[in-house]
């Protein structure tokens, strides 16, 4: 082969190379003008103050366990709760903390937007970071703000993002719907990362929710879509035709992930660096 031709061949695969970047970058452009077209941005936070909106979002304080024999307190503490560094900070602690005359070995943080934002249908989109640790359990997720239906889980729950921290590359979407437990049902799938893990850098979580459908997004790529679902008291697509709210925390131990051993480090922090709230135009 010639150095003239060799030259030839490489300016045309350079150029074959641009087009094709070019029309990529087309079809990308057009996919996201698409995205905006449909969706308005209705309610957010940035997390860019000094402390946390109350406006938006209440903090959580209690030592029930979830039902899920968790192990940690709720506390609004700022070692627990708060904003920094222009994130939301849910951080757990082996500290003995007390409230109410109840002391766990661990303390953690949640916030829910229960009253101050709560919507039916929509998309919700968080970006965050979590915690890696044996019986670490971050959760995003929503709950039902006037429970029509009854008790959980016949008014519904819908998980966002469940994550176990011993699995850093897997974080699972799941709906509960149908009786009040113990005559309850769920259903969901799990997204696992082909590179990298969620506690080593921000993943963005959403859904997109309308009447008889609900869609799970990382990081825009859709990898479930749930619309079998009941309810024990209406007619489908009860319990998800209600308002639902927001509800973000850090859990400790429990039934789901486990307990912490002695590889569990702490402090943990679950770090969200926003909350979007899109709803159809």
């Not at 560094?85 to 916030?111: C, F, K, M, P, W």
Request: net charge negative; charged share 20%.
């Amino acid at each position: 082969m010639t150095l003239c031709h060799s030259y030839l061949l490489n300016s045309e695969s350079l150029c074959m190379r641009i087009r094709l970047s070019f029309l990529l970058l087309s079809i990308f452009c057009v996919h996201t003008s698409a995205n905006a077209d449909e969706w308005k941005l209705v309610w957010q936070d940035e997390f860019d103050g000094k402390s946390l909106n109350y406006q938006q979002w209440e903090t959580e304080v209690n030592a029930f366990g979830g039902g899920n024999q968790e192990l940690q307190i709720f506390t609004d503490r700022p070692k627990n709760v708060r904003v920094q560094d222009g994130n939301l900070v849910l951080e757990a602690h082996q500290d003995n903390a007390g409230i109410a005359g109840t002391v766990r070995e661990y303390s953690s943080g949640r916030v829910r937007s229960k009253h101050r934002g709560d919507w039916k249908y929509g998309r919700f989109e968080i970006r965050a970071k979590l915690p890696a640790g044996q019986g670490m359990w971050p959760a995003i997720w929503m709950l039902p703000t006037d429970e029509k239906y009854g008790t959980w889980a016949s008014s519904g729950e819908i998980d966002i993002m469940e994550f176990k921290g011993q699995e850093p590359k897997t974080v699972l979407g799941t709906l509960h719907y149908g009786g009040q437990w113990p005559q309850n049902a769920y259903s969901g799938d799990q997204f696992e990362l082909k590179q990298g893990s969620f506690t080593e850098e921000f993943h963005t979580f959403a859904i997109e929710w309308q009447e008889g459908e609900i869609r799970w997004y990382v990081d825009g790529e859709l990898y479930q879509t749930q619309s079998k679902w009941h309810s024990a008291a209406a007619e489908y697509p009860a319990p998800f035709d209600q308002r639902f709210h927001l509800v973000m925390n850090l859990s400790v131990g429990g039934q789901f992930v486990g307990n912490p051993n002695d590889s569990t480090q702490f402090p943990a922090q679950f770090l969200v660096d926003y909350v979007r709230v899109y709803q159809k135009r």
